[in-house]
């Protein structure tokens, strides 16, 4: 570990995914000069079901920040401000006495709810749902899973409308922690991610509240997602430190790129793949399956964004390392799929816990089409890279068209956007080009760019535009217009045969 005695200023981002907690220090020039990771564990207990113990997110945050300061040799006390970004969705209810959770939290990737979601929409609640929150009626996102929670008993829901259990997101749930169990709050761009929350108003709704049957007194208080929140205790981090920035990790990622002008766009590439188009100041709906939610919220000012949300992208690649034990590591799909010319006629829909953009459909399930005796391991690996990329596909098309703008090029970040194959093949299949930048740790420059504005560690905008800098990669479409519209197309026929699998008698 090297010293640093030098009194220099940080801007600690904390990234909280789906399948791993960070911590990335950012100094002056918006460089990372530290960075741990923790994985922790994905909980299966059902068909379906995903969960992760809320107590060891928060231990594994916690390590990861004290991991980081020191392989950089930074002092708690050389921070200006703390960042939280996170996997949004993911449903956490904990009682505020003793900071304990009260369940395994529900990832936002749990299907538990979707009977509950067809009931709703059977009770012809899907318009009101998509006008006041911009999202489509989906187990996604928390408020079915705040429900089911507190189902579990009627001492649970009394309990919370005492204010003595506390609802949250994994940022509402990191900063309680943070805070030494003092703050209660989230920010508009997680909020908008419950489907409880008015994304017109930016207030929690209280027709959809009572839907829900979730008391107003178990949640937490929405503020921008650039403010001063409050501090950490000493105890917790080793010195008070201002919270000052909160996003979800694909708002912060768009914020991290900064797409900050209507009609900027970035995708994704992580566990699930996220594609967002900033839209300005107005919230636009959407016609072909995408969703209406909040970019981020600087002073008064707020931004909205049109979403088109992909369950399954880098998980797809983990599944044929854990599961299928096809790979010993993710990057091995890369030279899998380089040798050999092409999937050899196999698609793989990940469908593993439903369809989300813009299919919607939670009883879809995984399938491998085209098998035949010469299909081997590298095809099927070079299939589930192609899946990510034709899974954009269709969402970029439905953006296209709702927002009215044909995007020019496509930035990119996240953690599979390592795959040198994935990005030519996106490219091609696009037939834009690709651009990744030379930093890709967006999510994260995301939230210390939130915080640090807050506390005027960087001024403006302006600023943070030409922090970014241009340096970046680009793949340039390299296939024949005849052969991607082929290839689409049998993707097309693949993702509709995976439909409605478990509704089939
Ligand atoms: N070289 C690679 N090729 C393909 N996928 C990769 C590669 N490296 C990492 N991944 C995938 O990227 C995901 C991790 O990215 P990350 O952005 O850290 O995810 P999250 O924030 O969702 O936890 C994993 O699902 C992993 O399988
Ligand atoms: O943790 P990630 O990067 O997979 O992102 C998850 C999303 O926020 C889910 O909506």
Redesign the pocket.
Same mark, same amino acid.
């Given at each position: 570990m090297s010293e640093n005695v030098s009194g220099k200023r940080y801007i600690l981002a904390l990234?909280q @995914? +789906? +399948?791993?907690s960070r911590a990335i220090l950012f100094d002056e020039a918006a460089q990372a000069v530290g960075l741990a990771q923790l994985p922790f564990e994905q909980r299966y207990p059902k068909p379906g079901y995903v969960e992760h113990d809320a107590m060891e997110i928060w231990e594994t945050q916690r390590e990861a920040m004290r991991q980081c300061l020191q392989s950089a040799g930074v002092r708690p006390d050389q921070i200006e401000a703390i960042g939280i970004t996170n996997?949004r969705e993911t449903t956490v209810i904990w009682e505020r006495d003793t900071g304990k959770p009260i369940a395994p939290a529900i990832v936002w990737q749990c299907r538990r709810t979707a009977a509950r979601c067809d009931e709703l929409v059977q009770d012809g609640w899907a318009e009101k749902i998509r006008d006041k929150t911009g999202l489509v009626v989906d187990a996604y996102f928390s408020a079915t899973k705040a429900e089911w929670m507190l189902n579990r008993s009627p001492e649970l829901r009394e309990r919370a409308a005492q204010g003595e259990l506390l609802f949250g997101t994994v940022d509402s749930w990191l900063l309680f922690q943070l805070s030494g169990k003092r703050l209660h709050v989230t920010d508009v761009t997680n909020a908008s991610r419950t489907m409880l929350f008015n994304i017109h108003t930016l207030d929690w709704d209280d027709e959809l509240l009572e839907l829900f049957g979730i008391p107003r007194a178990m949640l937490p208080d929405v503020r921008p997602s650039s403010a001063l929140y409050g501090e950490t205790d000493a105890a917790v981090f080793g010195a008070r430190v201002p919270l000052a920035g909160i996003a979800g990790?694909q708002q912060a990622a768009l914020f991290g790129q900064g797409c900050f002008q209507p009609g900027m766009a970035k995708n +994704?590439? *992580? #566990? *699930?793949c996220f594609l967002l188009m900033n839209t300005g100041d107005r919230p636009i709906a959407s016609t072909h399956g995408l969703l209406t939610t909040v970019g981020w919220q600087i002073g008064d000012e707020v931004t909205y964004a049109l979403e088109g949300s992909v369950f399954i %992208? @880098? %998980?797809g690649?983990?599944w044929l390392r854990d599961e299928l034990g096809l790979i010993q590591d $993710? $990057?091995e +799909?890369?030279t899998l799929a380089y040798s050999v010319p092409d999937a050899n006629g196999v698609y793989l829909v990940p469908a593993f816990t439903g369809l989300g953009a813009p299919y919607w459909d939670p009883y879809a399930r995984g399938t491998i089409w085209g098998l035949t005796r010469g299909a081997n391991r590298a095809h099927i690996a070079r299939a589930s /890279?192609e899946a990510i990329a034709y899974q954009t596909r269709d969402v970029l098309d439905a953006m296209e068209i709702d927002s009215g703008m044909a995007l020019q090029r496509l930035l990119v970040d @996240? *953690? $599979?956007v390592?795959?040198k194959f /994935?990005l030519e093949f996106q490219a091609g299949v696009l037939g834009i080009p690709v651009v990744r930048p030379e930093q890709f740790e967006s #999510?994260a420059r995301g939230a210390a760019f939130l915080a640090g504005l807050s506390v005027g560690f960087w001024p403006n905008l302006e600023h943070l535009t030409k922090l970014i800098g241009t340096a970046a990669t680009v793949f340039a479409p390299q296939m024949e217009e005849s052969q991607r519209e082929e290839l689409y197309q049998g993707w097309k026929r693949a993702a509709h045969l995976s439909r409605g699998w478990l509704q089939e008698s």
């Open positions: 990234d @995914g +789906t +399948t791993s996997q990790d +994704t590439y *992580g #566990t *699930g %992208a @880098g %998980a690649v983990q $993710a $990057a +799909t890369e /890279l @996240g *953690g $599979a390592q795959n /994935l #999510t």
